[in-house]
């Protein structure tokens, strides 16, 4: 089954392998099909703000493209809407020190700040308020409280509105038709160990297992076999080199070494990643080589994805494919 | 003393490293902080001496291996004569490495606040006290700062390196000891833990309770404030030791090093990070900026380089006439150097010449960041890019050599 096809998609991953831009991307590459999307981002750091080139994003979502809506979460607010929706609290505004009383608890009881965010979410999923909800989930640290969090409730809490509320999301959530998780990675050894982690992790504490992978920044190979004998030798022909092009011939040289070698090193790393997980499909993005950051970086990404995921969208954006350069 | 410190500076790593007692490595999440704490407190071991320990987190494992680390809990161990040896380098002084364990670091807490033995009992047995301590808020950063504290007071170290946990937000490491304090200092607190039954009573909290027992359930609830009356028994030890904590991040033996990558979301954070240091008047040593492209790769030398690798291995299909002049010499030459076939160094050279712009572009950026990084700190180290993973000891002073450079 199509990941985007699927009405809930985590995303998640190390910090620092480029998340926000993929769960951006796959939003906008689902917009672009023609879907109402929501993108929420859950660690309020702003960064999906800034895939967009958008002000700051609040809990109630807002248009940033097509078919495209945006927002933070915040416990705070969810609360709110929560009691309104579901407890029937009259006063809304008399709610201020009960949210904040409510926050205090929930910073320190298990799972309930967890709750609030992925009840959220479902409540969006089941409603059936946006075709697709795509989350800019948690670093895989923090990933399996979230998506767990219903598991722990029902664990912890033996009666109330909130256990009953449990059964619903838990099904939504372990549902793989409905629910889907991409766990992001780069061809480095931390965030792949993270990813294998997680993958193990997930089913057993949460029900919910990975969907895909999505390795970004992999460099291309430039050489083959041959290739590479005559790069690892042109040491040999320095002089040669340096009469010809000049001295800063060097650094050319050593550009494509660094870019070879760190290919080599990533290469391994996927090649592991693979080996641990072979049962799930891994989506590739290629490095970008590009000096743009924000919506134009979550575009090429977007490019990158929709060739991974065999979507055509037509319009007539086909010239920006990353492929090219990179 | 405290406006004397911040008026110098260090002027370099070795200098940051020999005149203070703790180091705290912050930065964004995957930029290297494990790695780069290592590495510094192997540099201070090797060429500084004494005796210097690095709190490490989550290290790889390649990389806890090489420091003996991994599954050994809550000691230090020392990273043995061998190691060194086996690396052709003899230390000044000893490298030491911990690793932080979460659960064993709060169940050691509990032990030293706990007023008498039936509350030890009670909050280690209470069915919320794993699923709390593991989830609450900040707990990692608080275990961190509280494990640096003991760590100096022991007086076993000369220099103590910590490599600070990964974090939301970088900043909460510097908060978790005030958070701490409030949490218990906080009147919802006090207030959470009256005995259950006559709060009902009260006209302020009667709202909350009744709206409360509707979503959580009354028995939740009861779990809670019977944990929180519990943890209140060591609340003097506990604020007396956060308060402890935090001073030790502001005196003058302590310095801060933001570690960050030259990306754009990294070198943001690391800006922030350095502002907020500043401005809670802390002693920010050193930023490093790792995984750095090489300045020459900038150099216009470089570029004008590149060009004329391009325009000497231009295909001969595209332009035949050409290539009987120079520059196809060029290729037949070098093909006879390295004994290959003059088609395949044609299309290697080419490659490489077309391939430099990509790294131009990005090495460019970066120097712009770097520059950006420079106005916030005195001091800004750049480690290269690396062409193989750090996993021994030998790797971690490959790069201590360059934080020196």
Known sequence: MPLLDRRLVFVTGKGGVGKTSVAAALALLAARQGRSVLVCEMDAKGSLAAAFDAPPLSFQPRLVEPQLWAMAMNTEDSLREYLRLFVRVPFIGRIGPLARTFDFVADAAPGVKEILAVGKLCHEVRERNYDLVVVDAEATGHIVAQVGAPKVIRDLVNVGLVREQTDWMLELLQDPGTTGVAIVTTPEEMPVTETTELVARLPVETGVDATVLIANRVLPALFDRRQTAVVDGLDRAHRLLVDAAGRGVDAVVDAARITEARRRVGAGHLARLQQVCPDLPMLIVPELFTRATGRRVVELVADALADELDIVVDDGRAGTRPGGSA | ?405
């Open chain 2, 1 to 405: 003393m405290a406006a004397a410190r911040r008026a110098a500076p260090s002027a370099d790593i070795e200098s940051l490293l020999a005149s203070k007692e703790m180091l705290l490595v912050c930065g964004s999440g995957g930029v290297g902080k494990t790695t780069m704490a290592a590495a510094l407190a192997a540099y201070a071991a090797t060429e500084i001496g004494g005796r210097v320990l690095v709190l490490t987190v989550d290290p790889a494992r390649r990389l806890a291996d090489a420091l003996g680390v991994g599954r050994l809990g809550n000691d230090a161990t020392r990273v043995s004569a061998e190691a060194f040896a086996a690396v052709g380098v003899e230390p000044r002084g000893e490298l030491w490495a911990a690793m932080l364990d979460t659960k064993a670091g709060w169940d050691e807490l509990i032990r030293r606040h706990a007023p008498d033995s039936r509350v030890e009992a009670s909050v280690l047995a209470n069915p919320l006290y794993q699923n709390i301590t593991s989830r609450f808020v900040h707990s990692h950063d608080y275990l961190a700062m509280e494990r640096l504290h003991e760590l100096h007071a022991s007086g076993q170290y000369d220099l103590i390196v910590v490599d600070t946990p990964p974090s939301r937000n970088a900043l909460d490491v510097l908060d978790a000891p005030v958070r701490m304090k409030e949490f218990f200092g906080s009147r919802l607190l006090k207030w959470l833990t009256v005995p259950y039954r006559s709060r009902l009573f009260t006209a302020a909290s009667k709202p909350f309770y009744q709206v409360a027992d509707r979503v959580l359930g009354s028995r939740f609830l009861q779990d809670i404030a019977e944990f929180f009356i519990l943890f209140q028994a060591m609340e003097a030890g506990f604020v007396e030791h956060a308060r402890e904590v935090e001073q030790l991040l502001a005196d003058p033996r302590t310095s801060f090093v933001v570690v960050s990558t030259l990306e754009a979301a990294p070198a943001h954070e690391a800006r922030f990070l350095a502002r907020e240091l500043t401005r809670r008047e802390l002693h920010l040593g050193a930023i490093v900026a790792n995984r750095a492209l090489p300045s020459s790769f900038t150099a216009k030398a470089s570029a004008a380089s590149a060009r004329k690798l391009l325009r000497a291995t231009e295909s001969a299909d595209a332009d035949p006439d050409d290539d009987d002049d120079d520059d196809g010499d060029l290729v037949t030459a070098v093909a006879h150097a390295l004994d290959a076939e003059p088609r395949v160094v044609r299309g290697v050279l080419h490659e490489i010449a077309a391939r430099f712009h990509d790294l131009a572009v990005v090495a460019a950026r970066e120097a712009e960041r770097r520059a950006e990084l420079g106005t916030m700190c005195p001091l800004v180290v750049a480690v290269p890019v690396l062409d193989h993973d750090v996993n021994d000891l030998g790797d971690l002073l490959e790069v201590a050599r360059h934080l020196d450079a």
